[in-house]
C-alpha cells in the first residue's frame, strides 16, 4: 500500500511539475510574439499582474493546491479507489479561492497609478514586509500558519496511509476560522494600505 501511495504522490507531482512549465512555456511564446518585454517567470502564478509582486493569498492558495492534489492521488491509488473530500477541508479551499480573488480585486482597485515594482518580485519583501524597513504582522502569521496547517496535513495523510486505512485527514474547525480569521485580517490591512496609496497618488494631482 506504501507502494502505491507513493506512487501516485510521485505521479501526482511530475504531472503538476509538467502543466506549469508547459503553461510558462506558452505564456513566454504569447509574449514573445507580442513583443512584451514583461520576463515570464516560473513563479508567475502567485504574482499579482497589476503590481508585480508576490501574492500572499495567491501563494496559499497554490500551496493548499498542491499538496492537496499530491495527497488526494496518493491515498486514491493506495486504497485502489476514489476517497472523500472532508467538508473542513473544502471549505478551508474554498476560503483561500476567495482570499485570492479578493485580494487580486484590492489590488486592481487600488491600482495605485499603475505603481509596479520596478525591481520585479521579491518574494521575502512582497510576502513579509509592509514597507520598506517595516515587517507586516497579519503577512508573517498568515505565512507561519499556512507553513503548519500544511505539514501537519501532510504528516496525518501520511499516518494514514502507515496504518492501512488512507484518507484524507478532515482540517479541525478551530484552525478553519482562524485561517478565516487571518484572511480577514490580511484583506482588511490590504484594502486600507492600498487605499491610503490612493490618496498619496491623488494629492498630487489635485494642486
Not at 503538476?16 to 514573445?32: G, T
Request: hydrophobic letters at 45%; a positive charge.
Amino acid at each position: 500500500m506504501g507502494s502505491r501511495a507513493l506512487l501516485g504522490a510521485l505521479m501526482a507531482f511530475v504531472l503538476l511539475v509538467a502543466l506549469r512549465s508547459y503553461l510558462v512555456s506558452a505564456a513566454r511564446k504569447r509574449a514573445k510574439h507580442e513583443d512584451s518585454h514583461r520576463d515570464i517567470r516560473l513563479w508567475d502564478l502567485i504574482i499579482t499582474s497589476e503590481d508585480e509582486r508576490y501574492s500572499l493569498s495567491r501563494l496559499q492558495l497554490y500551496l493548499w493546491t498542491i499538496f492537496v492534489i499530491i495527497g488526494y492521488v496518493a491515498v486514491c491509488l493506495a486504497g485502489r479507489a476514489f476517497q472523500t473530500i472532508p467538508p473542513n477541508l473544502s471549505l478551508l479551499i474554498g476560503i483561500n479561492v476567495a482570499a485570492a480573488v479578493t485580494s487580486t480585486g484590492i489590488t486592481y482597485w487600488g491600482n495605485v497609478a499603475m505603481q509596479k515594482s520596478t525591481k520585479g518580485p521579491d518574494f521575502v519583501k512582497d510576502i513579509f514586509f509592509e514597507s520598506e524597513t517595516s515587517l507586516d504582522l497579519p503577512r508573517t502569521q498568515m505565512f507561519i500558519w499556512t507553513i503548519v496547517s500544511i505539514t501537519i496535513f501532510t504528516v496525518a495523510v501520511i499516518d494514514t496511509i502507515r496504518r492501512g486505512e488512507p484518507m484524507l485527514p478532515d482540517i479541525p474547525k478551530g484552525l478553519v476560522a482562524l485561517m478565516g480569521l487571518s484572511h480577514g485580517a490580511y484583506l482588511g490591512t490590504k484594502a486600507a494600505t492600498q487605499k491610503a496609496k490612493q490618496k498619496e497618488t491623488i494629492k498630487p494631482t489635485e494642486k
